[in-house]
């Protein structure tokens, strides 16, 4: 990535290279950390690539188109017969499968005053991001706004690998003056997948084996708790029949007792 900006460099002081001959780029990982994401791609802005075809007086402005790759994806055109860009949109190729769509449009970066690497710092990024980087797939709410304003620029799809182009548009003609090949293929990354639960022991994580094993002591505590309990109520419930029976037995022997005794008296 470093061999790309010692190539702008270059076109910047000796005007050695023109936008037909270089790519969109990637962005450079110490601008742009964690890229790509599920649904989005930083690239870097086109710094001095269409300087040569700038003429004094005129407006312009870049276009931005991805498509999702395919074969046939570095021959696709994005401009009509008149050399007037397309003005598909995400809707129109059903997220770039169809076709190339219109992700954005900026104005020209200024080519003097490239970007510093060696000056980025953690407090500068957000800043660096904003002037010298482009996120496709970075606005979730324009396919839901009908009054949306420009190009619309929704989260790309997932696991899919895109390609990329810079158009450099004249204002006022409405004509392409110049553009970029189609950019390496990209592709967003892929959701991972939780592994399903593994029921041999062997395979299981440590964490899951503690866990298994305190439950397990707890309900071989809990069945014994429980069996103990049913075994001194049954105790408990012996002890009191037992109670019951003698003190039925001596209040039947002393009523002879007392009976005896009368017909003593009586002789």
Same mark, same amino acid.
């Given at each position: 990535? =470093? &061999?790309?900006? %010692? ?12 936008? =037909? ?9 110490? +601008? ?6 599920? !649904? ?16 004094? &007086?005129?407006s312009?402005?870049?276009? +931005?188109y ?32 169809? &076709? ?8 020209? /970066?200024n ?17 660096? +991001? ?5 996120r ?9 706004? #009908? ?7 929704? /989260? ?18 409405? %004509? ?8 390496? #293929?990209?592709?967003t ?12 022991? &062997? ?11 305190i ?26 029949? !037992? ?11 002393? %009523?002879?007792?007392? =009976? ?6 009586? =002789?």
């Open positions: 990535m =470093q &061999g790309h900006w %010692v190539l702008l460099a270059l076109c910047w002081l000796e005007q050695l290279c023109v936008a =037909q001959n270089l790519r969109p780029q990637i962005a450079n990982p110490k +601008l742009a950390t964690n890229n790509p994401t599920l !649904t989005t791609i930083a690239l870097e802005k086109p710094f001095c690539v269409f300087d040569d075809s700038l003429s004094p &007086g005129s312009y402005v870049v276009y +931005l991805a498509m999702a790759d395919s074969a046939s994806t570095v021959s696709s055109a994005v401009t009509d017969n008149s050399s007037k860009p397309l003005n598909t949109t995400f809707q129109d190729t059903n997220g770039g499968q169809l &076709g190339p769509y219109r992700a954005a449009l900026f104005n020209v /970066p080519c003097e005053s490239p970007p510093l690497l060696a000056d980025v710092n953690v407090k500068k990024v957000s800043d660096v +991001l904003k002037q010298y980087l482009f496709v797939g970075d606005d979730v709410t324009c396919l839901y706004d #009908p009054n949306f304003p420009g190009a619309c620029n929704p /989260p790309l799809a997932e696991d899919t690998t895109y390609r990329f182009k810079y158009l450099l548009v004249d204002v006022v003609a409405g %004509v392409v003056k110049d553009q970029t090949l189609w950019s390496d #293929p990209m592709k990354r892929r959701v991972k997948q939780s592994s399903t639960i593994d029921t041999w022991p &062997g395979r299981r994580s440590g964490g899951m084996i503690v866990i298994t094993s439950l397990s002591t707890f309900m071989f505590l809990l069945v014994v708790g429980f069996l103990a309990s049913i075994f001194f109520f049954v105790m408990a419930s012996g002890e009191t029949s !037992t109670e019951t029976t003698h003190e039925s037995q001596t209040t039947q022997q002393a %009523v002879p007792r007392s =009976q005896g005794s009368s017909e003593g008296v009586n =002789q």
